[in-house]
């Protein structure tokens, strides 16, 4: 009776070992041979600096992995923020025969088609930074409820549970992103009953377009004592108070680099504070590695979740000397490191952060 119980341990133990071994072999990076293959990016709209250091970031990673033989060649291609052409654009790249298509959506929806022909045709899509909804499609993204919950913890942090009135810079009316980052402030306001929201800008996550925007909605507002923002708009939004003869309120940034100078130069003047978070224009990098090791054999989720780059006032000035004149805080997504999110995504584990440079 012992003998069999013990013969049933091993078994036991043994079909854990394997189990463990096959687990831990799906960890790390998937090195299936993928030379051969193409990789494209469809970028809806390519008008503010971000997006540029974006496609830039894509390419600059691409030309390095076909260097390394990683993969045959990349394409990019771009729609001026119309869904119409995107959707075009989408179906010439499977006719030319890419492996891969990374797509930056200019809606959650118009491209469902485009990409369900792409997936019936044995391409792998990962959707980036955008709320595709056609279920074959993965998705690397951010949580955008932590986002704008961020936002707010700040500002909470600051101003406390007193009443607060706060001004809201949106990005792009229709664009996925926005519509998501939205809904995360509804929900981050909502744990914060003594703020309200009193005004509501679309800047374009460009300073030019917010600094306008905003100019032309203050005459109509009260005292604001905090600003939401989704990146490229918080320098343009503290001109427009400033132009206004108005007290800075707390504008939340969105890591580029004149909001970082402004940030710097009123600390110093001031003692002013603030945050800044922001997806990097180097997420593409993230969606390429994702395609590439979907392509390799890596078992990858539907649903890859990305860290946010956030900087706090210790950190402000390592992250100023880095970020380039006129651009935006960036940070390289190697092959590694994106194995290394894939699989804390896979296992549940926290995601790893982008240490600030030194």
């Known amino acids: ?81 119309s869904v119409t052409e995107q959707a075009s654009q989408i179906q010439n790249l499977i006719l030319q025969g890419y492996d891969a298509i990374i797509v930056l959506a200019g809606s959650d929806t118009a491209l469902n088609g485009a990409i369900k022909d792409a997936c019936n045709a044995g391409i792998v899509v990962v959707a980036f930074a955008s709320g595709v909804t056609e279920p074959c499609a993965y998705r690397v993204d951010y949580d955008l409820d932590s986002y704008a919950k961020a936002e707010l913890d700040f500002i909470a942090g600051k101003l406390g549970d007193k009443p607060a009135n706060i001004l809201e810079i949106r990005g792009m009316a229709g664009d996925g992103f926005d519509k998501r980052l939205n809904e995360g402030v509804k929900k981050a306001l909502a744990d914060h009953p003594s703020y309200k929201k009193v005004g509501e800008v ?35 939004a503290a001109q427009a108070f400033k132009a ?40 593409s990098q993230v969606a390429f590695w994702v395609a590439q090791q979907i392509l390799a054999g890596k078992k990858v989720p539907k649903f890859v979740e ?34 290394k999110i894939i699989d804390a995504n896979v296992n549940k584990q926290p995601l790893p952060v982008v240490p600030a440079p030194k």
């Not at 003998?3 to 043994?14: D, G, H, P, T």
């Not at 990789?39 to 503010?48: K, L, M």
């Not at 000035?317 to 994106?338: I, K, S, T």
């Open 1 to 81: 009776m012992q003998a069999s119980r013990m013969k049933a341990l091993i078994a036991a133990f043994m079909a854990s070992a394997i189990t463990a071994g096959v687990a831990a072999a799906q960890d790390g990076i998937a090195t299936g041979d993928t030379s051969g293959k193409k990789i494209a990016f469809s970028n809806s709209y390519a008008g503010n600096s971000f997006r540029q250091v974006m496609i830039k970031s894509f390419e600059s990673m691409g030309a390095k992995a076909k260097a390394d033989g990683k993969i045959a060649d990349t394409a990019v291609v771009s729609s001026n923020n």
């Open 306 to 339: 990305v860290p946010l780059l956030q900087i706090h006032q210790p950190d402000l000035d390592a992250w100023l000397r880095a970020a380039p004149e006129g651009g935006v805080v960036n940070a390289d997504y190697p092959q590694g490191l994106v194995a």
């Open 202 to 236: 679309y800047g374009q996550w460009t300073a030019t377009v917010a600094q306008k925007e905003v100019s032309g909605i203050l005459p109509s507002l009260p005292q604001i004592d905090a600003v939401l923002t989704q990146g490229g708009d918080g320098y343009g």
């Open 244 to 283: 206004a003869g108005r007290k800075l309120p707390i504008i939340i940034m969105g890591n580029r680099q004149d909001e970082l100078a402004l940030w710097k130069q009123e600390h110093d003047a001031s003692g002013y504070e603030t945050f800044s978070l922001g997806a990097t224009p180097s997420v």
